[in-house]
């Protein structure tokens, strides 16, 4: 057993002001971001100290009754979605009366100028209405799933996405979208999965950033402007056996280290508002944990914004076995932390009694209200309640040309070309004839996804067959057949096999259009199995036997279990669900218009049961033996590698690019020193190309034990054929911090690795020493 380290208590963070007092560094201190990469982590300007709107909302508390203060606690749901723009019955008059203080699922100009109209000139103190709306990956223009999205690596791209839906939504009416969900996500059985950004911490938590300034711009006063909502507060992407809703249980340490993260730097970055979670942590519901929304969110981050609960999650403390009726639950919740209570109306039935019996202090229940009638004051909707309620922008706004060019542009960015045999892509000018085949060819509602706000999903998607159609050469030919199907019900079909194998055995190339229904991902959406639903897998093999080229294109918001044509088909790519343009922008993939740039944001397993799989793992005390393949005692498989199919950071090109040995500029730091690791990146190929360098570093010996490898920076860059860019990535002991045996935050003396290369899996090696 090697000594343990020294120095566990040495804090190599920043300590923080937090009320007014020196406080140590929070639970888990902000990730370092490396020297080139774009933007810091600093408050939002909202944050700033304003006189004038603390006088006006504490005379406006002054005036306010109880119930009125509730209503500002209490979100409730338009029926938009599932009927057209109409409130539900009796909620018309809980606005007048003050009870409502926000609504979701209510959009358009002329909707939500109406139902602002009720509570700005029929209640008693005209305090405007918030509206908010799940706005995750576009509006109207909707962009590639969040986990295709983050695929790009691309942080201008997320952002600038962001930032269009934004302008959408608030056309439309909408103050606050709830988004981005910053939760890391390691099981793709969850369905979740598809609306983050994968299952990196580092990652994750630079793309957190970036959609959080997307959304919210520089200015709340902007008028073009949402409030962000960081969510789901915490660790709900660690649910047992990736079952939604299901029982989160995981060390402190690993909550530290790994859930808490990319939450850091979206309140760092100024996220306005927190969603609680739906799981429990260390047995308590989220939604009454005093520890994560008070002691964690509050104290240690200084959040000073407000928390949301998810939909009616106080009220699923009482199944969970935490509260014994719906009374003591909102007790719980608002004593916790939480400040508005989505749906549940538990607050609105409940929380002025208890305030009266003396279980909740109104000064808790003040707080509450101060945060919220805040978000509104720096909105601007009480100089003017109207003012995100103009038909006359909606209309110039909503669908504009370069909205759907941007969107066609971060599709193509978020696709992975993960298999390229013999150069079976681009497409040849040769194939004058393209088959079509599968059931996502010329499927409009699948392009865009779950979670696709008011996007259109009958007409406007472009569809895979519709992209290749408008830009397959004069004389190419391109028919469909959709030939198998994708639903469960679909396995052990066969129907429309043999229309799509005549197409194919006539065409010259085979583009085989697979994947996921857009309702398997998302929420409420996870499986027990990766493969490919229905009959789809039986086709592709039926395919592969008329010795016609094979491009799988893939559509999902999961990895997915393709070992067999892995194995067997030309070349892969993974389109995620990419969007309202998708059809277009996997066409430009296809046809070489783009030279794909997408990297895997998550590891794909070789089948299910390897699963919880990713790239930082620890290592065991019996790890396998590359020079013995069959040893007995040690971690493995019998029928399967340890190895995943495509690993994290994996994503190929037209082109080629070589990097030279990483070199350092140091051999040993110190605290507070900066270590330079600089390495050459040469386009070798024929084409211009984009490439995502990243770094990658291991602390050897740890007071605890310490990942295989972590991300630690990334570059994207374009080369032209031909050139060459040197990089360089700068480290501090900032970066190698961690939570440490004590539980204290910080880095520890001694040996590193480093590598820089193209994926978590490849680079060159280095190593460097931490001193005293």
């Known amino acids: 057993m090697p000594p343990m380290k020294r120095n566990l208590t040495r804090l190599t963070l920043a300590t923080l002001m937090v009320a007014g007092t020196l406080a140590p560094a929070p639970l888990f201190a902000k990730p370092a971001m490396s020297n080139n990469e774009a933007g810091t982590m600093d408050s939002a300007g909202w944050m700033r100290p304003d006189p004038k709107m603390d006088r006006f909302i504490a005379d406006l508390m002054a005036k306010m009754t109880i119930d009125e203060k509730v209503g500002q606690l209490s979100l409730l749901t338009s029926d938009w979605d599932s009927t057209g723009p109409t409130i539900r019955q009796g909620y018309q008059d809980d606005i007048r009366k003050g009870r409502i203080g926000s609504i979701f699922n209510a959009f358009t100009a002329k909707y939500t100028r109406e139902l602002q109209r009720l509570a700005v000139e029929e209640t008693r103190l005209k305090i405007p209405l918030l509206f908010g709306y799940d706005v995750i990956h576009g509006h109207r223009t909707i962009f590639p799933i969040s986990l295709g999205e983050s695929a790009s690596w691309d942080l201008k791209a997320i952002e600038k996405a962001a930032r269009i839906s934004a302008t959408e939504a608030s056309a439309e009416g909408i103050h606050w979208t709830f988004a981005p969900m910053v939760d890391v996500a390691r099981d793709p059985r969850w369905g979740r999965m598809s609306e983050g950004a994968g299952e990196d911490v580092y990652l994750g938590s630079k793309i957190a950033v970036a959609r959080v300034r997307g959304f919210q711009g520089d200015d709340l006063k902007r008028v073009d402007t949402i409030l962000a909502t960081a969510k789901h507060f915490a660790a709900y992407g660690a649910a047992q056996a990736g079952r939604d809703y299901h029982t989160v249980d995981i060390s402190e340490r690993t909550l530290r280290d790994v859930y808490l993260p990319p939450f850091k730097a979206a309140a760092d970055a100024g996220a306005a508002t927190f969603m609680t979670s739906f799981n429990e942590y260390d047995g308590v519901p989220a939604s009454g944990s005093h520890y994560l929304l008070t002691d964690v969110l509050r104290k240690k981050w200084g959040f000073k914004g407000f928390v949301v609960t998810d939909y009616t999650s106080i009220n699923e403390m009482v199944p969970h076995g935490y509260s014994r009726d719906l009374k003591q639950a909102g007790e719980q919740a608002i004593n916790a932390g939480v400040d508005m209570d989505l749906q549940g109306a538990v607050f609105m039935d409940h929380l002025a009694k208890s305030v009266a019996e003396g279980k909740v202090d109104v000064k808790r229940v003040d707080e509450a209200v101060k945060a919220i009638l805040e978000m509104k004051y720096r909105l601007g909707l009480f100089d003017d309640p109207y003012r995100y309620s103009d038909e006359a922008r909606e209309k110039a706004t909503v669908y504009r040309?370069?909205?759907?060019?941007?969107?066609?542009?971060?599709?193509?960015?978020?696709?992975?070309?993960?298999?390229?045999?013999?150069?079976?892509?681009?497409?040849?000018?040769?194939?004058?004839?393209?088959?079509?085949?599968?059931?996502?060819?010329?499927?409009?509602?699948?392009?865009?996804?779950?979670?696709?706000?008011?996007?259109?999903?009958?007409?406007?998607?472009?569809?895979?067959?519709?992209?290749?159609?408008?830009?397959?050469?004069?004389?190419?030919?391109?028919?469909?057949?959709?030939?198998?199907?994708?639903?469960?019900?679909?396995?052990?079909?066969?129907?429309?096999?043999?229309?799509?194998?005549?197409?194919?055995?006539?065409?010259?190339?085979?583009?085989?259009?697979?994947?996921?229904?857009?309702?398997?991902?998302?929420?409420?959406?996870?499986?027990?199995?990766?493969?490919?639903?229905?009959?789809?897998?039986?086709?592709?093999?039926?395919?592969?036997?008329?010795?016609?080229?094979?491009?799988?294109?893939?559509?999902?918001?999961?990895?997915?279990?393709?070992?067999?044509?892995?194995?067997?088909?030309?070349?892969?790519?993974?389109?995620?669900?990419?969007?309202?343009?998708?059809?277009?922008?996997?066409?430009?993939?296809?046809?070489?218009?783009?030279?794909?740039?997408?990297?895997?944001?998550?590891?794909?397993?070789?089948?299910?049961?390897?699963?919880?799989?990713?790239?930082?793992?620890?290592?065991?005390?019996?790890?396998?033996?590359?020079?013995?393949?069959?040893?007995?005692?040690?971690?493995?498989?019998?029928?399967?590698?340890?190895?995943?199919?495509?690993?994290?950071?994996?994503?190929?090109?037209?082109?080629?690019?070589?990097?030279?040995?990483?070199?350092?500029?140091?051999?040993?730091?110190?605290?507070?020193?900066?270590?330079?690791?600089?390495?050459?990146?040469?386009?070798?190929?024929?084409?211009?190309?984009?490439?995502?360098?990243?770094?990658?570093?291991?602390?050897?010996?740890?007071?605890?034990?310490?990942?295989?490898?972590?991300?630690?920076?990334?570059?994207?860059?374009?080369?032209?054929?031909?050139?060459?860019?040197?990089?360089?990535?700068?480290?501090?002991?900032?970066?190698?911090?961690?939570?440490?045996?004590?539980?204290?935050?910080?880095?520890?003396p001694g040996q590193f690795k480093l590598w820089v290369g193209p994926s978590s899996a490849e680079g060159s090696e280095a190593a460097f020493e931490l001193t005293e």
């Open 401 to 748: 040309p370069d909205f759907l060019e941007a969107a066609r542009e971060v599709a193509r960015k978020s696709i992975v070309l993960l298999k390229n045999k013999g150069n079976a892509l681009p497409l040849a000018a040769s194939a004058k004839s393209i088959a079509v085949i599968g059931p996502l060819g010329n499927s409009k509602e699948d392009m865009i996804g779950s979670w696709s706000a008011a996007g259109d999903r009958k007409e406007r998607p472009v569809t895979l067959l519709e992209g290749m159609q408008a830009r397959a050469p004069k004389g190419t030919t391109v028919a469909y057949a959709q030939g198998a199907g994708y639903q469960f019900a679909d396995a052990g079909k066969r129907d429309g096999f043999a229309e799509a194998i005549a197409l194919a055995q006539k065409s010259d190339v085979i583009i085989a259009a697979m994947g996921e229904h857009w309702n398997m991902t998302g929420e409420a959406a996870s499986r027990t199995s990766l493969d490919l639903p229905g009959n789809q897998q039986a086709l592709l093999e039926e395919l592969k036997k008329t010795g016609k080229p094979i491009i799988l294109v893939l559509m999902s918001g999961r990895p997915n279990s393709i070992e067999w044509a892995d194995a067997n088909v030309d070349a892969i790519l993974e389109a995620w669900y990419p969007g309202t343009m998708g059809g277009h922008a996997i066409a430009d993939v296809l046809y070489g218009d783009y030279n794909p740039s997408g990297k895997l944001p998550v590891t794909f397993p070789r089948n299910v049961g390897q699963v919880p799989i990713y790239y930082d793992m620890k290592n065991t005390g019996r790890p396998i033996k590359p020079e013995d393949p069959n040893a007995k005692y040690v971690s493995r498989y019998l029928d399967t590698p340890n190895t995943p199919l495509y690993p994290f950071g994996y994503g190929l090109s037209y082109t080629s690019f070589a990097y030279s040995p990483v070199t350092l500029d140091k051999a040993k730091i110190r605290p507070g020193e900066k270590l330079t690791a600089s390495v050459t990146v040469t386009n070798s190929g024929a084409r211009d190309g984009e490439e995502v360098v990243q770094l990658y570093v291991r602390d050897l010996v740890g007071s605890v034990t310490r990942p295989v490898k972590e991300l630690k920076g990334f570059e994207k860059i374009s080369l032209k054929k031909g050139e060459k860019r040197t990089i360089r990535f700068t480290l501090t002991d900032a970066d190698l911090a961690f939570t440490r045996q004590d539980m204290s935050w910080g880095s520890e």
